[in-house]
T-cell receptor, first 114, second 113 residues
């Protein structure tokens, strides 16, 4: 069983389009995250949610809108895609924050904007 | 602002060699430090988590140490194997921020048979 699963794994689209990435975790964790890994492999936090509530929005443009319908799911919707949005997006989860527990990652969704 | 630096950026060693990866962070007020492994095209896998009150953690051939006051951690890999080839990342959180890890850029390790 996959602990943190995200779909799609690959996404190729044109500038200006809107796309979504879905994430689900079956670990019973309260906290979920979206991270972005750029072309230089630098991994940076975008959003943190705890029990469906937004905790951290790390100065991400308004074109990115996360949605957490329940604590096992955290989806990422991106409007008006730009070339600079091309990256690998990782979903992750932890029991409750990161102070006491490990972070579990999905396999990533590679977004290419043409 | 917390910044995490990993040296070297890349390392190539022959199989069987013991090696050390380094991680430094600018703000010593951390709750914990985690080491991750990332294989090409894959997500990150947590290797070791060291709480700020701990000095080291061990798992198999891996040993991670933490010197919080000096802002440093090392990951020691004993008797390296080709299967250890991957990118190793360290990440820290900061006291007062329970929902954010700051990552280094990683060390790309290649173990040659």
């Amino acid at each position: 069983d996959t602990a943190v699963s995200q779909t799609p794994k690959y996404l190729v689209t044109q500038m200006g389009n809107d796309k979504s990435i879905k994430c689900e975790q079956n670990l019973g964790h309260d906290t979920m995250y979206w991270y972005k890994q750029d072309s230089k492999k630098f991994l940076k936090i975008m959003f943190s949610y705890n029990n469906k509530e937004l905790i951290i929005n790390e100065t991400v443009p308004n074109r990115f809108s996360p949605k957490s319908p329940d604590k096992a799911h955290l989806n990422l919707h991106i409007n008006s895609l730009e070339l600079g949005d091309s990256a690998v997006y990782f979903c992750a989860s932890s029991i409750l924050g990161v102070n006491t527990g490990e972070l579990f990652f999905g396999e990533g969704s590679r977004l290419t904007v043409l | 602002k917390q910044e995490v630096t990993q040296i070297p950026a890349a390392l190539s060693v022959p199989e069987g060699e013991n090696l050390v990866l380094n991680c430094s962070f600018t703000d010593s007020a951390i709750y914990n430090l985690q080491w991750f492994r990332q294989d090409p095209g894959k997500g990150l896998t947590s290797l070791l988590l060291i709480q700020s009150s701990q000095r080291e953690q061990t798992s198999g051939r891996l040993n991670a140490s933490l010197d919080k006051s000096s802002g440093r951690s090392t990951l020691y890999i004993a008797a390296s194997q080709p299967g250890d080839s991957a990118t190793y990342l360290c990440a820290v959180n900061v006291e007062g921020s329970n929902y954010k890890l700051t990552f280094g850029k990683g060390t790309l390790l290649t173990v040659n048979p």
